[in-house]
């Protein structure tokens, strides 16, 4: 009884796992005393990255000959609670966030802001970056003749069930918000809050509704205060769930998979660093110092890459945005909503154009421009409908293969599917900076953004 109780429900029956996790306390203690010093944020963020990885390396080394070992599987165990009892309250924020922004921004619009200008400029960014995300992808698995010497697997996960063009459109309208709720359709809850908002304004104008609508402002005002507030709160123990997360993701994956598809990996990571530099560009174009926005960005990007969730680092994104940059409420909030599902440059540019090129190399299809060129179409339009939350890259995948022809060779990405949450970091970091980069873009264009703010 007292073995069960301690394997099965504690998941502690084990001296190493109690020092594990005395090891990880440990760890949080010092990040707790570092935040009373006033060490800064960013610094303390990659402190827990780097701490993460190095405990999740050395643990995963122990290990390597002692397959089996009950320790190891409790480890995993505690790493993956703490990060997702991080996760859990960052996502517990996202919907009312985005519905009371959203009303609030169109609520608050300027005369002189057009909301079709908005939406234009908007859409236009984040697809451009992804259309080049997607040539970058294209260029690097074809440099290297990604999946040239791919053999099948047998008995792998399957990726998930295709979806036409018409049926994701059709799946963006809120028909059921509840639904789209829970789904966490944010195209559909942006769509739904947007008439929401407008509704709002256009009673606003009359007369007996005057009273009512000053309520539901204060209302709306009052509301968006407290979602900030909450999520000051949560992101102040970002750095805690990073070290988990980080130490997970090598338990969970371990070398041998790391090493099986090593070139795909380094392809991925060489294509996030080069988006990286394509958003530093698109911003010197715009006259905005690349630099300024790496250092204030910096912190948005590591939990990105750790959280594997565009969705779950919404609200520290346009917190940033809008705080740090000099990105109006108007653009933060509603650019970087939509850049959660639409344009990912990662999930539904990089990534599926390189799992096409790889498919092509494996079944010996000839790789032309009108080839490649297809690819780049087919990633953009299959942005339109991706959600931004882990493993939603597959998807993407799914709609590329099936766009250019590859449907029955969906087998072939098993290889990928295996090591994905160790790619889906990039990919996520991409996805976020292409967001934020198109966000201060569409700002700098309309004349909503502070450059004091952003320079300062």
């Not at 979806?163 to 809120?174: C, E, K, W």
């Given at each position: 009884m007292?073995?069960?109780?301690?394997q099965?429900?504690?998941?502690?029956s084990?001296?190493e796992?109690?020092v594990?996790?005395?090891?990880?306390?440990?760890?949080?203690?010092?990040?707790k005393?570092?935040?009373d010093f006033?060490?800064?944020?960013?610094?303390?963020m990659?402190f827990a990255?780097?701490?993460?990885?190095?405990?999740g390396?050395?643990l995963?080394?122990?290990a390597?000959?002692?397959i089996?070992?009950?320790?190891?599987?409790?480890?995993?165990?505690?790493?993956g609670?703490?990060?997702?009892?991080?996760?859990?309250?960052?996502k517990?924020?996202?919907?009312?966030?985005?519905?009371?922004c959203?009303?609030?921004v169109?609520?608050?619009?300027d005369?002189?802001?057009?909301?079709?200008?908005?939406?234009?400029?908007?859409?236009?960014?984040?697809?451009f970056?992804?259309?080049?995300?997607?040539?970058?992808g294209?260029?690097?698995?074809?440099?290297?003749?990604?999946?040239?010497?791919?053999?099948?697997?047998?008995?792998?996960?399957q990726?998930?069930?295709?979806?036409t063009?018409?049926?994701?459109?059709?799946?963006l309208?809120?028909?059921n918000?509840i639904?789209?709720?829970?789904?966490e359709n944010v195209?559909?809850?942006?769509?739904?809050?947007?008439?929401?908002?407008?509704?709002?304004k256009?009673i606003?104008?009359?007369?007996?509704?005057?009273?009512a609508?000053?309520?539901?402002?204060?209302?709306?005002?009052?509301?968006?205060?407290?979602?900030?507030?909450?999520?000051?709160?949560?992101?102040?123990?970002?750095?805690?769930a990073?070290?988990?997360?980080?130490a997970?993701?090598?338990?969970?994956?371990?070398?041998?998979?790391?090493?099986?598809?090593?070139?795909?990996i380094?392809?991925?990571?060489v294509?996030?660093?080069?988006?990286?530099?394509?958003?530093?560009?698109?911003?010197?174009?715009?006259?905005?110092?690349p630099?300024?926005y790496?250092?204030?960005?910096?912190?948005?990007?590591l939990?990105a890459?750790?959280?594997?969730?565009?969705?779950?680092?919404?609200?520290m994104?346009?917190?940033?945005?809008?705080n740090?940059?000099?990105?109006?409420?108007?653009v933060a909030?509603?650019?970087?909503?939509?850049?959660?599902?639409?344009?990912?440059?990662g999930c539904?540019g990089?990534?599926?154009?390189?799992?096409?090129?790889?498919?092509?190399?494996?079944?010996?299809?000839?790789?032309?421009f009108?080839?490649?060129?297809?690819?780049?179409?087919?990633a953009?339009?299959?942005?339109?409908g991706?959600?931004?939350?882990?493993?939603?890259a597959?998807?993407?995948?799914?709609?590329?293969?099936?766009?250019i022809g590859?449907g029955?060779?969906?087998?072939?990405?098993?290889l990928?599917?295996?090591?994905?949450p160790?790619?889906?970091?990039?990919r996520?970091?991409?996805?976020?900076?292409?967001?934020?980069?198109s966000?201060?873009?569409?700002?700098?264009n309309?004349?909503?953004?502070?450059k004091?703010?952003?320079?300062?």
């Amino acid at each position: 009884m007292n073995k069960d109780f301690f394997q099965h429900f504690l998941m502690l029956s084990q001296f190493e796992s109690i020092v594990i996790l005395v090891i990880l306390f440990a760890i949080f203690y010092v990040l707790k005393k570092m935040g009373d010093f006033k060490v800064g944020f960013s610094f303390r963020m990659l402190f827990a990255l780097v701490v993460g990885l190095v405990f999740g390396f050395v643990l995963q080394y122990i290990a390597i000959n002692n397959i089996g070992v009950l320790w190891y599987d409790e480890a995993k165990h505690w790493f993956g609670f703490f990060s997702s009892v991080f996760v859990a309250f960052i996502k517990m924020l996202v919907i009312p966030l985005i519905s009371v922004c959203i009303v609030k921004v169109i609520i608050e619009i300027d005369k002189n802001i057009k909301i079709s200008s908005l939406l234009g400029v908007g859409l236009f960014w984040i697809l451009f970056s992804t259309a080049i995300a997607a040539i970058l992808g294209v260029i690097l698995a074809y440099s290297f003749n990604l999946g040239e010497s791919f053999a099948i697997q047998e008995g792998t996960r399957q990726i998930r069930e295709i979806q036409t063009f018409s049926s994701i459109i059709l799946g963006l309208i809120p028909s059921n918000i509840i639904q789209a709720t829970n789904k966490e359709n944010v195209i559909a809850i942006v769509i739904f809050a947007f008439f929401v908002g407008i509704c709002a304004k256009r009673i606003s104008k009359k007369e007996e509704y005057e009273g009512a609508f000053k309520s539901f402002e204060g209302f709306v005002f009052s509301f968006y205060g407290l979602m900030m507030s909450m999520t000051a709160l949560v992101i102040k123990f970002m750095p805690y769930a990073v070290v988990c997360m980080m130490a997970n993701v090598l338990l969970r994956n371990g070398f041998e998979a790391i090493r099986t598809a090593g070139l795909f990996i380094i392809l991925t990571y060489v294509a996030m660093f080069i988006m990286f530099g394509v958003h530093f560009l698109l911003l010197a174009s715009q006259g905005l110092n690349p630099m300024k926005y790496m250092k204030k960005a910096f912190p948005v990007w590591l939990f990105a890459f750790s959280s594997r969730s565009s969705l779950g680092t919404l609200p520290m994104t346009i917190s940033t945005l809008q705080n740090k940059l000099g990105v109006s409420s108007a653009v933060a909030n509603f650019v970087a909503s939509i850049g959660t599902t639409t344009g990912l440059n990662g999930c539904a540019g990089y990534f599926p154009a390189m799992a096409a090129v790889f498919v092509a190399f494996a079944t010996h299809t000839p790789i032309d421009f009108t080839f490649a060129l297809m690819i780049v179409l087919v990633a953009v339009i299959g942005s339109l409908g991706i959600a931004g939350v882990p493993g939603s890259a597959t998807m993407a995948a799914s709609i590329m293969l099936a766009g250019i022809g590859f449907g029955d060779n969906f087998v072939m990405l098993s290889l990928i599917l295996a090591i994905d949450p160790i790619i889906d970091m990039a990919r996520t970091a991409s996805n976020v900076s292409g967001a934020m980069t198109s966000a201060l873009c569409t700002a700098k264009n309309l004349k909503l953004l502070d450059k004091k703010a952003y320079n300062s």
